[in-house]
């Protein structure tokens, strides 16, 4: 069973930094991309940045220059620093991520989400 636990949500002050992690657990035969997502009230789940196995990064413009995405593949970890927060970076944040428990299947699993709200 994977599970896909996170971590570092809360509230923020605008200009503020917080740090999201996200630890894969369970049967691991290979993480090919995981990623960040996240979901507003009223809006749809967007992508904000993913990571593939050789640390090829992907951002939302929204995002870039203020968002680092990064991963220890010895922890089966991803992470999301979150610089120079703004009001609308409020939203539930998700980590997902491509797994393959063995090396005929692959599957892709979300965490539970944590709540990042930025107000002051």
């Known amino acids: 069973q994977v599970q896909l636990a996170e971590s570092g949500g809360g509230l923020v002050q605008p200009g503020g930094s917080l740090r999201l992690s996200c630890a894969v657990s369970?049967?691991?035969?290979?993480?090919?991309?995981m990623g960040w997502y996240r979901q507003a009230p009223g809006k749809q789940r967007e992508l904000v940045a993913d990571?593939?196995?050789?640390?090829?990064?992907d951002y939302a413009d929204s995002v870039k220059g203020r968002f680092t995405i990064s991963r220890d593949n010895a922890k089966n970890t991803v992470y999301l620093q979150m610089n120079s927060l703004k009001p609308e970076d409020t939203a539930v944040y998700y980590c997902?991520?491509?797994?393959?428990?063995?090396?005929?299947?692959?599957?892709?699993?979300w965490g539970q989400g944590t709540q990042v709200t930025v107000s002051s």
């Open positions: 369970g049967r691991i035969f290979k993480i090919n991309v």
């Open positions: 997902n991520a491509e797994i393959w428990p063995s090396a005929w299947s692959r599957n892709f699993y």
């Open positions: 990571i593939t196995i050789g640390n090829t990064t």
